[in-house]
């Protein structure tokens, strides 16, 4: 097990709907900031009676919106962390930011409070496609919000979404080149997928919305870890691309089965194989501080295979792999050895990982090889 600890702080509130999220119900005009802090601050006391005892490596503030955070209540949680952990001394605290100038003014504060990464949703570089994305900004506010980042703070990443309807490989690799082009050290690149339960999925069952061929999407996949490798930025998630030294700490953890805390509603956490779950529903989480002091609404131990099946899912997303004895007990070495064979992926008598052609199939080598 690394030694990794990260804490998740999910901000649960966002100002406006996202069209391929489940988090509309939690759309606030205004919120009681006071009265959140210290239900925060609650639940991340329960964590510390019951988490592991060591430094935390990494902090990340996630969810809805939560560069509304008042920097005042940033400041507060992360005190209340190194008081209750300490921090390592290069931690990684990273927060998620959607590209609009109001937020944007409030970066100079947030990395006063501490935050010293910032992920932002910037998605498309192209207005039509924002508005097909349902996105509030347009270019020029996103692009003036990244300005402002890389100012702010000493790590910035963005994200992008690709494969969307009508979407040419010419037009991806000009949105990609100009992406390289702003000289951030990380760079987040989705495949654009249809959710059940969402508007694109609603789009494309009326016929409005055709999804991008596979074949054409796996084309765009390679594009982009070219590219991205080129420009010194290889791949080193499924989805994920960093200069070597910048690559996500936080999701490093997640991603390699370390122990990870999670606060506030909806979060979760694996802290020393224990599984905890919080409420989701924000006002159901303070009801569950109010009575317990804590928002945890499931906390099981998991059995050894879960922890080896988990380990094994999470770990095949990254290009490292994962170390073999970790998983030995969830894998069908027969279906590996065949897998090997096709080139799809690479093994040793210390690791397994999947090769660049496997991670193009990656669901399917999960489900052959994991038992």
Same mark, same amino acid.
């Given at each position: ?128 496609? !924002?508005?097909? =994305?349902? $996105? *509030?900004?347009?270019? +020029?506010? &996103? %692009?003036? #919000?990244?300005? /402002?980042?890389?100012? @702010? ?66 084309? !765009?996949?390679? =594009?982009? $870890? *070219?590219?991205?490798? +080129?420009? &010194? %930025?290889? #791949?080193?998630? /499924?989805?994920?691309? @960093? ?129």
């Amino acid at each position: 097990m690394s030694e990794a600890l990260a804490l998740y702080i999910h901000w649960p509130f966002c100002v406006s709907k996202c069209p391929y999220c489940d988090f509309n119900s939690h759309v606030r005009e205004s919120v009681n900031q006071d009265r959140w802090r210290d239900a925060l601050l609650a639940d991340l006391a329960h964590e510390a009676t019951v988490g592991p005892k060591r430094a935390l490596t990494s902090i990340f503030f996630g969810g809805g919106t939560p560069s509304l955070m008042p920097p005042a209540t940033v400041a507060a949680l992360i005190e209340a962390a190194e008081r209750h952990w300490g921090l390592a001394p290069d931690i990684e605290i990273t927060l998620e930011a959607n590209p609009s100038s109001v937020e944007a003014a409030r970066f100079a504060g947030l990395a006063a409070a501490g935050v010293n990464r910032v992920s932002l949703g910037l998605q498309a570089l192209d207005d039509d496609a !924002l508005r097909f =994305l349902g $996105r *509030a900004h347009d270019v +020029a506010e &996103g %692009l003036a #919000a990244l300005d /402002i980042a890389q100012l @702010a703070f000493d790590r910035v990443s963005f994200d992008l979404i690709y494969a969307l309807p009508g979407q040419s490989a010419a037009a991806w690799q000009a949105t990609l080149d100009r992406a390289l082009g702003f000289g951030t050290g990380h760079l987040s690149l989705y495949q654009l997928t249809i959710e059940p339960g969402t508007r694109f999925a609603a789009m494309a069952a009326r016929g409005e919305l055709t999804p991008a061929d596979p074949d054409f999407g796996a084309d !765009l996949y390679e =594009l982009t $870890r *070219a590219a991205t490798a +080129a420009a &010194g %930025l290889p #791949a080193y998630e /499924i989805s994920n691309h @960093a200069r070597p030294g910048e690559e996500s700490r936080h999701n490093l953890t997640y991603w390699r089965y370390g122990d990870y805390l999670g606060v506030g509603p909806g979060a979760h956490g694996r802290r020393e194989g224990v599984a905890t779950a919080r409420a989701k529903k924000p006002e159901n989480w303070l009801t569950r501080i109010d009575r317990n002091r804590h928002g945890i609404e499931l906390e099981e131990l998991l059995p050894q295979a879960d922890q080896a099946r988990e380990t094994l899912v999470m770990g095949l997303r990254l290009g490292e792999g994962i170390p073999r004895d970790r998983i030995e007990d969830a894998i069908d070495t027969a279906a590996v050895d065949r897998l090997s064979r096709l080139g799809l992926i690479e093994q040793t008598s210390e690791r397994l990982r999947v090769t660049p052609d496997g991670m193009l199939l990656l669901d399917a080598i999960l489900a052959e090889i994991a038992i």
